[in-house]
């Protein structure tokens, strides 16, 4: 495998995680303001699967910002992808 391979799959891989990141950081934001309501559906150890759809109707223009910045993480990496014929089970996504 060619070094410029290798850093392509690096630089999808920390995408990835910048992503994950950032999601995290639009969860917790938006349940500290706007979705604070949804709060007291959950008790202490419930898991709760979120997808960016849910946060997409959000008023707070934090949160708006913080959407747009994932989206364009998760449009760079497929397009890394496409562009370098790299496939899902090459990278841990």
């Known amino acids: 495998m060619s070094n410029h391979r290798i850093q392509i799959l690096e630089t999808i891989e920390n995408l990835v995680e910048a992503r994950d990141i950032i999601f995290t950081q639009i969860v917790n934001l938006a349940m500290s303001g706007e979705m604070k309501h949804l709060e007291s559906a959950f008790d202490l150890g419930d898991k709760y699967n979120f ?5 997409e109707t959000v008023q707070d ?7 747009s910045l994932c989206k364009n993480a998760e449009e760079t990496v497929f397009s890394l992808m496409n562009l370098n014929g790299i496939s899902e089970n090459d990278v841990n996504l």
């Open 51 to 55: 997808t960016l759809k849910h946060f």
């Open 61 to 67: 223009v934090n949160v708006k910002r913080l959407v």
